[in-house]
């Protein structure tokens, strides 16, 4: 199965992540470090920038594929996380 990273995947991906991270934020820095590999840095890597290379580009040039799937990626992280955290209730 090949997965090519589009700006949808990279959406999915940051809302995953945005979902994710106010949950592991309160726990141990073990599990909180574990988590942020898992929940959001390999999503983040799958889904935005692939395991692939893509097409080279000459140097000094700026992929702008990959800035607007990563710029996908933080606005629906931050705007996930941010809806997320507002919902919970303090303890």
Same mark, same amino acid.
Do not use: E, N, Y
């Given at each position: 199965? $090949?997965?090519?990273?589009?700006?949808?995947?990279?959406?999915?991906?940051?809302? *995953?992540?945005?979902?994710?991270?106010?949950?592991?934020?309160?726990?141990?820095?073990l599990?909180?470090?574990?988590?942020t590999?898992?929940?959001?840095?390999?999503?983040?890597?799958? *889904?935005?920038?692939? *395991?692939?290379? +893509? +097409?080279?580009?000459?140097?000094?040039?700026?992929?702008?594929?990959?800035?607007? $799937?990563?710029?996908?990626?933080?606005?629906?992280?931050?705007?996930?996380?941010?809806?997320?955290?507002?919902? $919970?209730?303090?303890?």
């Amino acid at each position: 199965m $090949r997965l090519a990273p589009t700006l949808v995947t990279a959406a999915l991906a940051g809302i *995953f992540s945005g979902v994710m991270w106010p949950l592991i934020w309160p726990l141990s820095s073990l599990w909180l470090m574990l988590g942020t590999a898992v929940l959001v840095v390999l999503p983040a890597h799958a *889904f935005v920038v692939g *395991f692939k290379r +893509q +097409q080279r580009i000459r140097p000094g040039a700026i992929d702008a594929a990959l800035l607007s $799937r990563v710029g996908a990626w933080i606005a629906c992280a931050a705007i996930a996380s941010f809806l997320v955290s507002g919902w $919970r209730v303090p303890a």
